[in-house]
């Protein structure tokens, strides 16, 4: 996926890579990419990610190289996520916030077993 020009880039704390935002048809879509990282990144950035897009006008859009399947236990009481899978064989994983879930999620528990 390529970021917009006008993309801005955001600081999240505890995060280990950039995150960028952006507006995309009246909805605020944050994006990240972990591909390159190794656990437990991409969960730790993907925690932090979330927990920004507590709206649901806001998208989180995270590149990582697999399906982040031990991320989805903690959180699918709070947030749909579409999977798509990408020509360089990484995926692209947008997720959003179900209205009302928050209290559902411990943000802080980002640890990952590598599955």
């Known amino acids: 996926m390529k970021i917009p020009n006008n993309a801005k880039k955001i ?8 995150f960028f935002e952006f507006e995309k048809e009246n909805i605020v879509h944050v994006y990240f990419d972990s591909s390159i990282c190794a656990v437990p ?3 730790i950035n993907a925690m932090a990610g979330l927990k920004y897009i507590n709206h649901t006008n806001k998208k989180l859009i995270m590149k990582n190289h697999q399906i982040p399947t031990g991320l989805f236990p903690k959180i699918d009481n709070s947030f749909n996520f579409e999977i798509q899978r990408l020509e360089d064989n990484n ?14 999620v411990d943000f802080n528990n980002n640890s990952c077993s590598g599955i």
């Open 41 to 43: 990144e991409p969960m």
């Open 91 to 104: 995926v692209l994983v947008i997720f959003s916030y179900i209205e009302d879930s928050l209290g559902e």
């Open 11 to 18: 600081n999240l704390e505890n995060t280990t890579v950039d």
